[in-house]
């Protein structure tokens, strides 16, 4: 299952998966007059491409990160037996950590 999260700065959508909620696994961001919306996969072979409207462009991100696990041969989508990444760790540790301030 993908979550999204919108940068209200930037207006760039990153989307996340349930093994590592921490990590981009890819985007969505409008570019140029008129607006055309670029998409990149972060895993695998690190695809990309332009659509015409968000929701197509979404679902060519979805689609190549089908491939993606297609490709590594798990159609375990639960994400149970995956280990999150060392990043995810470290930023999660650093979210626990308590916040001291002078």
Do not use: H
Request: glycine share 8%; proline share 7%.
């Amino acid at each position: 299952m993908l979550s999204k999260s919108r940068c209200p700065y930037t207006g760039v959508v990153n989307y996340f998966t349930d093994r590592d909620p921490l990590l981009a696994v890819g985007s969505v961001a409008a570019t140029g007059t008129p607006p055309r919306y670029v998409w990149r996969c972060y895993v695998g072979d690190e695809s990309s491409g332009l659509a015409p409207d968000m929701s197509l462009a979404e679902a060519n991100l979805r689609r190549a990160l089908a491939a993606v696990i297609d490709q590594r041969g798990g159609n375990d989508r639960s994400g149970e037996t995956a280990r999150a990444s060392r990043a995810a760790a470290y930023w999660r540790k650093l979210n626990d950590a308590p916040c001291f301030r002078p």
